[in-house]
């Protein structure tokens, strides 16, 4: 090889805590995929939260509240909480599963939890 060769090929370097999350993210993925269907739960997610938009619209339009510009962001926010919610009963369910607890693991913490989330989000959409 001469030196154009070598400058072409990209560096890659990882410190030890980026392998170590990497080797993290890994085993949570293959763990994830062969106990559980996490697209399918997902998925489930997901459809609940369109449902609640969807409901929480009919219903404001049915106590009186016609004006589109006010109905719809007042559904999307509504859908937004009902989304967040199913996310942290999801989060709480698989902490109870994978510790292998069946009291549910009360013992999530908002930044605990917040860092689960990114690191399921990851390992589940991609």
Not at 34 to 45: D, E, K, N, S
Not at 94 to 115: H, I, N, V, Y
Request: aromatic residues 8%; positive net charge.
């Amino acid at each position: 090889m001469n030196i154009r060769e070598v400058r072409r090929q990209p560096v890659r370097v990882m410190n030890p805590p980026t392998k170590v999350r990497s080797r993290a993210v890994e085993a949570l993925k293959r763990q994830l995929v062969r106990t559980q269907m996490p697209r399918i739960q997902m998925a489930v997610i997901l459809l609940a939260t369109g449902a609640a938009s969807f409901l929480s619209s009919f219903v404001l339009l049915h106590i009186g509240l016609e004006r589109m510009a006010i109905r719809y962001p007042l559904a999307v926010g509504l859908a937004y909480l009902v989304f967040i919610l199913l996310l942290r009963v999801w989060l709480w369910y698989q902490q109870a599963k994978m510790e292998g607890r069946s009291d549910g693991g009360t013992d999530c913490f908002p930044l605990r939890c917040l860092l689960r989330a990114q690191l399921l989000c990851r390992v589940v959409l991609g």
